[in-house]
Structures are given as structure tokens and as C-alpha cells.
């Protein structure tokens, strides 16, 4: 790794765990909805997490670190999972994309400490 596709790593990572974390947020309201309101509440959420999983593939494509393909492969999963009103499960593999674009973001930290740029 060097300093510059670190501070990538880092950027991307931080990036997505926010989104990711005000998806999961968004998840939990979808409870509240029903009828006409409910399918268009589905389906705003599920074309943000769309631009969302299309922000981790452009991490994953400028990075290669394949963290973030396997984020993206959870959020598709999580739009399946709405689409078929299963928000439990959805919130879940929006939790496991966090994990995933975590593990960039700690590596990268520790690559910049141990290199004197923090």
C-alpha cells in the first residue's frame, strides 16, 4: 500500500460507513409506512442504497480492495431483501456492509500512523 491509495482507502471507506449507517436508519422507518406510501418508501430507499452500492464499486474499482465489492454484493442483497418487505434481514446485510467498509478504513489508518502522516 502507499500513502496515496490509503488515503483512498480511507476516504471510501468513511464515505460508504456513513451512508451505510443513514440507510440502516432509513430501513427502520419503513415499518411505519403503509399501502401507496409503503411502495414509494421501498422505493426510494432501495434507488439510494443503488447509488449508494454504486459508490462501492467505485471504491472497490479505484482501490481494488475487495472490502468494498463484498459491501456492495450486501447492499444488493439488502435491496432484495426490501423488495420482498423483509427489513430485518435487510438492516442485517446493511450491518455487514458497515463491517466490510470498516476494514479498509482501519487498515489505512494503520498504514498512515505507521508511516508519519498522522
Request: charge should be negative; include cysteine; hydrophobic fraction near 40%.
Amino acid at each position: 500500500m502507499n500513502a496515496k491509495k490509503a488515503v483512498a482507502e480511507y476516504q471510501f471507506s468513511e464515505r460508504s460507513k456513513s451512508e451505510l449507517i443513514a440507510a440502516s436508519q432509513i430501513v427502520a422507518t419503513l415499518y411505519d409506512y403503509k399501502g401507496a406510501e409503503k411502495v414509494a418508501a421501498k422505493r426510494v430507499t432501495t434507488n439510494f442504497l443503488e447509488l449508494f452500492r454504486s459508490n462501492l464499486m467505485q471504491g472497490f474499482n479505484m482501490t481494488k480492495n475487495t472490502n468494498f465489492q463484498k459491501a456492495a454484493d450486501c447492499v444488493s442483497e439488502a435491496v432484495s431483501r426490501i423488495e420482498a418487505d423483509e427489513f430485518d434481514g435487510a438492516a442485517q446485510k446493511l450491518g455487514d456492509a458497515v463491517s466490510f467498509t470498516t476494514t479498509p478504513a482501519q487498515e489505512a489508518w494503520g498504514f498512515l500512523s505507521e508511516h508519519g502522516f498522522l
